[in-house]
């Protein structure tokens, strides 16, 4: 079997870590690459230069290093913290989108934090520690969702329905979720609740019914509705804007705080298109 060559790998920041970066830090970094074990070709390599504890985390700082003839980008990976016995102390799936793609021949340094709540203390050291990948850890891919700006009845109000987006958890992919983005009187005996239907999957999906039920800070319920959504249809990886009017019999005024009031909603019918 031919044996593997060895890559050399070369400093790779983030355009905003380079602009900031001096050349004397850059000076360390690319000493600090230098001094690493050469890693093989077709290898992904991960290599640890220090673990120290503060008062919450034990921070340990790190090279990605890629042998691959092609550019790498991470998601959700998970990776295990070793001690200098080579016993398994900790363990996390980190979020790495941030880290952005690396090239062939590169390094790039990370700055991992693990929760001392979750790290065994009574068997951690700072000298000798180290951080692996785990295979035994499932890493959860979470989709891409953009906004469909088209959903959205007045352009102003883009910018505001991004944020609520990004407040949201993520959506694993090949999944749909639907979250209440508000709960407001329309004019008297109307009640209209804005959702926000996102879409992981790969296909377009369309909701044929949407029962949707009201209940206020006390959970009792306020109102209640099966909606035909005619084949409301959201696109692969897009998040809609969708309102949905409920008439009562209440008379319920605007004074009224409707911020503690939730929804109860569950797709009778979710076709892929």
Known sequence: MKEKNS??????????????????????????????????E??????????????????TKVYFRNGLHRKVNFEYLPLSLLNSKGQVIGKKVFDLTGIGDLDYGVARPWKLLFEKSKVDMDK???????????????AV?????????????????????????????????????ISKFKIAIQ????????????????????????PITIRDEKNTVVASSNFDTKGLEVGPMKA???????GTNLNIDNTVVMDNWNVDFSPNVIRMS
């Open 240 to 246: 809609r804007v969708c309102n949905f009017i409920f």
């Open 7 to 40: 890559v050399k790998t070369k400093l790779s920041l983030l355009e905003k870590q380079d602009i900031i970066a001096s050349d004397v830090q850059k000076e360390i970094l690319n000493d600090e690459i230098a001094a690493l074990p050469p890693i093989k």
């Open 141 to 177: 891919k979470y989709a891409p969702i953009t906004l469909d700006e088209t959903s959205v009845e007045d352009g102003k109000y883009v910018p505001m329905f991004k944020t609520f987006m990004e407040s949201l958890p993520k959506v694993q992919r090949e999944s749909v979720a």
């Open 42 to 59: 077709n290898d992904i390599n991960i290599s640890t230069i220090y673990a120290f504890e503060d008062s919450e985390n034990i921070e």
């Open 187 to 210: 004019k008297p005996g109307k009640i209209i609740v804005t959702l926000l239907i996102r879409n992981g999957c790969r296909k377009s999906v369309k909701l044929d019914k949407l």
């Open 124 to 138: 951690f050291s700072p000298k000798g520690c180290r951080v692996v990948f785990d295979g035994g850890l499932k």
